[in-house]
């Protein structure tokens, strides 16, 4: 399509539209820029802050109790990870306080005196390296039981690789009132699995 332009001369109606197309271009596109730019920082601060609150709820310890049924070592192990926990460890005396705190407001001894439940403590690996395998530390605690580790042997095999935590109530005097102690890994006992700490 051809215009007149005043002076008797032709201009084509595309060149005017696409000057005047450019010239809004030229305005609106830094309007756009800024309007991606704007809303990009907002996703990506939403989703930094989605991610704080998630991080705060990891940092809650939870805690899953098997007190209704027995496994032995590798399965109440397994059965921890299928729940996305692990077999609890113990390296200070708050984590055994937790823990503590923990069976007793399940409620267990009200029908029961004593306790024994597997840790995820073992010397599978090497024989007098007690380690935590929910954490790879080292298992450094005087709440052992008296006499033990002792490394129970059946034909000259030690089968006594797996750790418990066990508490005898009443507790004897001098004895640690929940204390550490090796056993046969293929017995069957109660639980505790948790959440790492971050």
């Not at 055994?96 to 840790?119: C, H, M, P």
């Amino acid at each position: 399509m051809m215009l007149e332009n005043g002076n008797g001369g032709w201009k084509s109606a595309w060149h005017k539209s696409s000057l005047c197309s450019s010239m809004k271009c030229s305005i609106v596109t830094p309007i756009v820029s800024l309007l991606i730019v704007s809303l990009l920082y907002q996703f990506h601060t939403t989703a930094i802050n989605e991610d704080a609150v998630s991080f705060r709820v990891l940092q809650q310890k939870s805690y899953y109790f098997g007190n209704t049924f027995r496994l032995n070592w590798h399965k109440a192990a397994s059965f921890c990870r299928s729940l996305g926990l692990f077999l609890i460890s113990i390296n200070s005396q708050r984590q055994l306080d937790d823990i503590i705190n923990y069976v007793e407001k399940s409620g267990y001894f009200r029908t029961e005196q004593n306790l024994q439940l597997w840790t995820s403590g073992n010397d599978l690996g090497e024989e007098n390296q007690f380690i935590w395998t929910s954490t790879g530390e080292r298992i450094m605690s005087d709440r052992w039981a008296v006499g033990e580790p002792n490394h129970a042997t059946v034909n000259n095999c030690t089968v006594e690789q797996c750790v418990v935590l066990k508490h005898y109530g009443p507790p004897s005097p001098g004895r640690a009132n929940y204390s550490l102690d090796d056993r046969y890994c293929q017995r069957t006992y109660y639980f505790m699995c948790e959440s790492l700490e971050v």
